[in-house]
């Protein structure tokens, strides 16, 4: 059985100025009060009236609120109510930033880092998330230890990183955030590798629906590291992380069904699970269902169908499924053999979650 854990995922969120007030307070919106005006905006935001929360945005911006200004700011960004301009969004981000609002702040950080209405730059999007870190804004916290682990716009600095994103986790349970630092502890980046914490930090972030922490921890399940091994929690976690789309989860609760470990023995769903990660792709997978095709395990046997899987597994270059074609060929006929190898040359991985499952249930 071959288990791997995931790389570290780097995302970078965008924030929302948050609404202050869900009281309907239209006639003082109107009597130039710029906190009202802004509650409103937000109120018809809320609704998806966009012209609506534009105009009130605009009313409360007019008046030098910062955030108004933020707020307008998300509307030009996301093109809302009015034409994306990404250039306005950091124009009106910079007039409210300059006012001390930490989303407006937050959010310059996030253009720079993705290079929107503004060049790409790493140093200036650090600048402004170090400013809302330090005020425990967990998104800044986290984007921040995303630059750190990365070394963009920072001397790379693992342990830094590490700090950060368990101010992030700890802040507000953010899932990224849980996960980053889990990955740290398991590859002892920055940190002495401590699988316990690991698992700890990767729970938070499975208990959110993170698949790669689904997955990851299951692995930790499965060796034993960190936590007692128990085979059944491995399966819960992987087939979670499979139901989500996990290609490696669901190559290994194939597994999992086919030896019967953490779950019954169940041929079918073990056929089910290989046959969703090879339609992606996945060499072993390919094996695996090109054996049970060959057994009739969990399927009707079908040499063909083995035939054209493990001829996808060899090009690949696993040694096995050369083997296993010498073995199997003798018993096809040369019509047969030749219908295998043109569906095989044919096979191309699906591409789509809907495009996979259509292949899986023929």
């Known amino acids: 059985m071959r288990f791997s854990r995931a790389a570290l995922l780097f995302v970078l969120p965008l924030a929302c100025c948050l609404a202050q007030s869900k009281e309907d307070e239209s006639k003082k919106a109107l009597l130039n009060d710029p906190h009202y005006q802004f509650s409103k905006a937000e109120l018809f935001l809320a609704e998806g009236n966009y012209a609506e929360a534009l105009r009130y945005y605009k009313l409360a911006a007019d008046q030098g609120s910062a955030e108004g200004l933020c707020g307008l700011g998300n509307m030009y960004r996301d093109g809302q109510g009015v034409a994306q301009d990404d250039k306005e969004a950091v124009r009106l981000y910079r007039l409210s930033a300059a006012k001390g609002w930490p989303p407006a702040q937050f959010n310059l950080g996030v253009m720079y880092d993705n290079g929107r209405g503004v ?17 425990d804004v967990a998104d800044a916290e986290y984007n921040l230890g995303v630059l750190y682990a990365s070394g963009k716009g920072v001397p790379q600095d693992y342990k830094e990183a590490a700090r950060l994103y368990k101010r992030a986790a700890e802040t507000r349970e953010l899932k990224e955030a849980a996960f980053n630092l889990a990955v740290l502890y398991d590859n002892g980046q920055g940190i002495p590798q401590d699988y316990k914490e690991a698992a700890r930090w990767y729970k938070v972030a499975a208990d959110q629906g993170h698949q790669e922490a689904e997955f990851n921890l299951a692995v930790l399940y499965a060796n034993g590291q960190g936590v007692a091994q128990d085979l059944q929690q491995a399966a819960h976690w992987y087939k979670l992380a499979a139901e ?11 597994v999992f069904y086919a030896e019967g470990q953490g779950v019954p023995q169940d041929y079918k769903e073990a056929a089910h699970w290989y046959r969703l990660a090879a339609e992606r792709g996945h060499r072993d997978a390919g094996f695996n269902l090109g054996g049970l095709y ?25 040694k096995d499924s050369a083997v296993a074609l010498q073995r199997i060929a003798p018993k096809m006929t040369p019509q047969q053999i030749e219908r295998a190898k043109i569906a095989a040359v044919a096979w191309k991985p699906c591409t789509s979650r809907e495009e996979c499952d259509a292949r899986a249930r023929q």
């Open 119 to 135: 060049p790409q730059d790493y140093a200036e999007a650090a600048r402004w998330y170090k400013i809302t870190a330090d005020l």
């Open 244 to 254: 989500q789309g996990q290609l490696e989860a669901q190559y290994n609760i194939g």
């Open 294 to 318: 060959v057994t009739g395990r969990g399927l009707t046997a079908d040499l063909e169908q083995a035939y054209k899987w493990l001829s996808i597994a060899a090009a690949k270059g696993d």
